[in-house]
C-alpha cells in the first residue's frame, strides 16, 4: 500500500505532461523544443512556452545558453531564470525581433522613446509577471543603441508599455542597447537586487507610479542611470508619482539620478536614499523640467557623489515639446539630507558649478558660496520665475581634487521669490545665515568670502 501512495505522490507532483515539472511549471526545452545551445536561435519556443495558458511559471533549463529574438511576455507568469543559464540576444539584421507599428505621437519624443515592440522582451498590457532566479540576460553586442527605425531589430532590452505588477529580481542585465528598461505608463514596477551593466541607458521610468527599485547596481552607460521622465509617446499626459529608489550603486556617462528631460506630465512623491553614484559625464543628481511638469515633494538622503561633471543640476526650461497649451512648469519641495561630493570633475573634462536656474533667461547671477579652487563655485544660484523650494541639511562638496570643501549646515533652504523682478536668494539655517561650515575629513576649510 505505501508503494502504491508513493507513485501516485510522485504523478501528481509530475503533473502529466510532457515537460511539465510540476502543475503549471513547464520547461522551454522540453514544453518548447528549444535547443539551449547558445547556436540555434529558440525565438518560436519560447514564445510557445510563453503564449502557453496552462504555463504559469516558466522555467529555462539550468545550464543552457538561449539565443533568441524578441520575446513576448503574457499575463501571470512567473519567469525562473537560473544563476548558470544566459539568454542572449540574437543577431540584428535578421529580422529576429519585432518591428513597431508607426506611433502617431512620434513628433514629441524621439524615436527611441515612441516605441516598445523592438525589444529583446516585450510587455503591452500585460500584468503579474515575475523575471527571477539569478540568471543573466544579454544583448550580447546585438541591441542597437540609437538610431531608428530599423525592420527586424532591436533598440532596447525591456520594452514595458501599460503594464502592472512587474517584478524583475535576481538578475543581471548585460549590453541593453539603447535602453537596458523603458518601461512607460506601469505601475506595481519593483526592480530588486538586479545588476545593470548599461551600454546607454540604464533604467527608464517614464509617466509610471508606484515603483520600488531597491538594491541594484546601474553602470557603465553612456547615458543616464536612473531616470524618471514623463514624454507624450502613448499620446497622453502621464504623471509619476510614488516613486522609491534606495541602496544603489550607479556610475554612466550622463546623468547619474535624474529628472527629464521628458517632462510632459507631473512628478511628485519621489524618495531617493542610501545611493553611491561612483561617477556621472554630466550631474550627479539633476532635476530638469523641459515640457511644462511640476516637480514636487522629492527627498534624496544619503547620497554620496564622486568623479561627477557637476554634482547637483536644477533647471526649468520651456522647450514644451507636446501638442497641448503650456507654460514652463516648476520645482518645488526638493529636500536634500546628508549629501556628499567628493572629486567633483569627471575624466579630465574639468567641472561645472552646481546650478539652479531656469526661465526667462537672466544674466544676474546670485554666488552664494564660492570655492577658493581658482574660479570654481561649489553653488550657483540663478533667479528664476517660478517658486523654487530647495531644503538642504548636511551637504558636503569636496572640490578641486579633493584639497577644499564647503559643509553648509542643517536646514539650510533656498528661497526664490516667484516674483521675478525681486530676484531674492535667502540662505537661512533656523533664524540665523547659514551658520556651520565645517571641513569635510580630509579636506582643508573653505573660504567663506
Known amino acids: 500500500m505505501r508503494l502504491v501512495l508513493e507513485i501516485v505522490f510522485v504523478a501528481l507532483c509530475i503533473g502529466g505532461g510532457e515537460g511539465v515539472l510540476r502543475e503549471g511549471h513547464c520547461s522551454i526545452i522540453d514544453v518548447g523544443g528549444a535547443k539551449g545551445d547558445g547556436v540555434a536561435v529558440d525565438t518560436a519556443a519560447i514564445n510557445k512556452v510563453f503564449a502557453n495558458l496552462s504555463c504559469s511559471t516558466i522555467v529555462f ?17 512567473i519567469v525562473i531564470v537560473p544563476s548558470n543559464v544566459h539568454i542572449l540576444a540574437a543577431s540584428r539584421g535578421r529580422h529576429h525581433f519585432l518591428t513597431p507599428p508607426n506611433n502617431p505621437w512620434d513628433a514629441y519624443q524621439d524615436y527611441g522613446h515612441s516605441h516598445w515592440q523592438d525589444s529583446l522582451l516585450f510587455g ?10 539569478g540568471g543573466t540576460i544579454s544583448g550580447n553586442g546585438n541591441i542597437r543603441t540609437g538610431g531608428g527605425p530599423e525592420d527586424g531589430d532591436a533598440f532596447k532590452m525591456w520594452g514595458l508599455e501599460s503594464s502592472t505588477s512587474i517584478h524583475l529580481t535576481q538578475l543581471t542585465l548585460e549590453h541593453g542597447g539603447w535602453f537596458t ?15 545593470v551593466k548599461a551600454d546607454r541607458d540604464g533604467l527608464d521610468i517614464v509617466g509610471c507610479r508606484d515603483v520600488v527599485v531597491d538594491r541594484v547596481s546601474v553602470t557603465g552607460g553612456g547615458d543616464d542611470a536612473i531616470v524618471l521622465k514623463s514624454d507624450f509617446s502613448l499620446g497622453a499626459v502621464l504623471h509619476t508619482n510614488n516613486v522609491t529608489v534606495t541602496n544603489a550603486v550607479v556610475s554612466c556617462g550622463c546623468n547619474g539620478l535624474n529628472f527629464g528631460s521628458e517632462t510632459v506630465g507631473d512628478f511628485s512623491d519621489v524618495y531617493w536614499a542610501n545611493i553611491t553614484v561612483l561617477s556621472a559625464g554630466k550631474a550627479g ?16 538622503r544619503n547620497i554620496s557623489i564622486r568623479e561627477c561633471y557637476t554634482p547637483l543640476f536644477f533647471f526649468i526650461g520651456a522647450r514644451l515639446r507636446r501638442p497641448d497649451t503650456a507654460h514652463p512648469g516648476s520645482i518645488s519641495g526638493v529636500y536634500l539630507d546628508t549629501i556628499s ?45 517660478h517658486t523654487c523650494d530647495v531644503h538642504i541639511e548636511m551637504l558636503s562638496v569636496c572640490c578641486c581634487n579633493g584639497k577644499r570643501s564647503i559643509l553648509l549646515g542643517r536646514t539650510s533652504v533656498v528661497l526664490l521669490s516667484d516674483d ?3 530676484h531674492t536668494v535667502v540662505w537661512q539655517s533656523g533664524n540665523t545665515a547659514v551658520d556651520a561650515i565645517s571641513p569635510v575629513k580630509g579636506c582643508a576649510p573653505a573660504d567663506t568670502g
Open 61 to 77: 533549463d539550468s545550464g543552457h545558453t538561449f539565443v533568441t529574438g524578441t520575446i513576448v511576455l503574457h499575463s501571470n507568469k
Open 285 to 300: 543628481i539633476g532635476v530638469v523640467s523641459m515640457d511644462g511638469a511640476n516637480i514636487f515633494n522629492v527627498i534624496y
Open 181 to 195: 528598461m523603458l518601461a512607460t505608463n506601469c505601475s506595481d514596477l519593483v526592480i530588486t537586487d538586479v545588476t
Open 420 to 422: 521675478s523682478s525681486a
Open 124 to 133: 503591452g498590457n500585460v500584468h503579474n509577471v515575475t523575471f527571477k532566479g
Open 341 to 385: 561630493v567628493d572629486h567633483s570633475t569627471y575624466k579630465g573634462k574639468g567641472n561645472v558649478t552646481a546650478t539652479i536656474d531656469g526661465e526667462p533667461a537672466v544674466t544676474n547671477i546670485e554666488e552664494v558660496y564660492r570655492c577658493p579652487c581658482h574660479s570654481y563655485a561649489v553653488l550657483y544660484v540663478f533667479p528664476i520665475r
